[in-house]
């Protein structure tokens, strides 16, 4: 595998931002996360965030200390257990990696979890425009978030910013384009942004023998900056010191047009994912109602969940399914967004071309 340096921009402007959002090239923003209070409440007085925060019940993901384990179960604990945990290693991170399960209080909206603590810092122009909101992430050193691209239901593909408010984390970015053959996509429903290798900082080359042609870049984002990671790159996560971070994701209309040029083949790899999912009758039966919902008042057949089993072109030829790739430009902020009507056409005709050069080659 090979890495490659990323570069770092001084308070870089809006304008800044976008001309790399539109090139799909990250950089790293310092002087700006130094600035906000959070950056000096958060990190140096312990107190602070438990005497705001510490009653709140909130879902912390506990994990093993398997990489690929990131999405594993949910607990509830009280912001207060949960600090307790953190600080405890904080003065001693490494002993924290021989604990299971570990505790990661992961990508937490923080208007839903965490008013308290909102005026602490400010969310980004770009982010703000569009009434998204911040994500928390607080997590111990050796915590991994393995290797995906961010993309939700009704977002799919995002652009991102993730401060590092406390702490240090190393992320490994990989431009999907340039390693379209380097990583295979989970095959279930749900996880087609996640990539099948294990590790990729100690990747297994026996089963995953692509990766090793892998080209990325390392980014150490220390605490104070800001990363910004643009839509559909890879990345891996390791907390280096124990964290505080702040993400922020939002959309743009040119780096959606990227999906229609530089990254087709990366949505096409994805839709050659969704064309062999592996998935249970009875989620492909929900799927095919929320995709092509059948009259008023009536239920999919097991007939019909049958014939799209038999015949998987029909799930990725659904106009449902199809205008989901460019459901980002729904977001009212681009309302009368003088593009959106053309990207929404281009990006339905190339996801159409996909589905006619699938079929020819199924019936040559
Ligand atoms: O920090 C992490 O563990 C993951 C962060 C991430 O994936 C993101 O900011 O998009």
């Not at 900082?201 to 104070?224: R, S």
């Not at 009212?332 to 990207?343: D, G, S, T």
């Amino acid at each position: 595998m090979t890495y490659n340096t990323i570069e770092r921009i001084y308070k870089p402007s809006k304008q800044v931002l976008e001309s790399y959002i539109l090139k799909g090239q990250p950089f790293i923003a310092t002087g700006v996360v130094n600035e906000w209070p959070a950056y000096k409440l958060w990190s140096s007085n312990h107190d602070y965030l438990v005497k705001k925060l510490g009653e709140k019940e909130i879902p912390i993901r506990e994990i093993g200390y398997n990489v690929g384990e990131w999405l594993g179960k949910t607990t509830t604990l009280k912001f207060s257990q949960f600090w307790k945990l953190w600080t405890k290693h904080f003065n001693n991170p490494d002993n924290a990696a021989n604990e299971t399960p570990q505790f990661y209080l992961a990508s937490l909206p923080v208007h839903k979890y965490f008013k308290e603590i909102e005026t602490d810092f400010t969310i980004p122009d770009l982010p703000k425009e569009q009434g998204k909101n911040a994500n928390l992430w607080i997590g111990l050193k050796g915590q991994v978030t393995p290797l995906h691209h961010d993309w939700s239901s009704g977002d799919p593909g995002m652009d991102g910013l993730h401060a590092v408010v406390c702490g240090k984390k190393l992320f490994k970015l990989y431009d999907p384009s340039l390693n379209l053959k380097c990583f295979k996509r989970k095959s279930e429903w749900g996880l087609f942004h996640h990539a099948l290798v294990d590790d990729v900082e100690n990747p297994n080359l026996d089963m995953f023998p692509e990766v090793k042609n892998a080209v990325g870049i390392d980014a150490v984002i220390e605490q104070g900056e800001m990363l910004f990671i643009p839509k559909l790159w890879w990345h891996h996560v390791r907390t280096l010191e124990p964290s505080i971070s702040l993400n922020f994701w939002f959309q743009d209309i040119g780096s959606e047009f990227l999906k229609c040029d530089r990254y087709l083949g990366v949505i096409e790899h994805y839709l050659e994912a969704v064309y062999n999912m592996q998935v249970q009758d009875s989620k492909l039966k929900t799927l095919i109602q929320f995709f092509d919902p059948p009259a008023q008042g009536q239920q999919v057949t097991d007939e019909k969940v049958e014939e799209f089993k038999r015949n998987p072109i029909l799930f990725v030829s659904l106009p449902k399914f199809i205008s989901s790739f460019s459901n980002a430009v729904n977001n009212p902020i681009f309302k009368n967004h003088p593009e959106k009507e053309r990207f929404k056409k281009e990006m339905t005709k190339k996801i159409e071309e996909w589905v006619v050069k699938k079929r020819e080659s199924l019936n040559p």
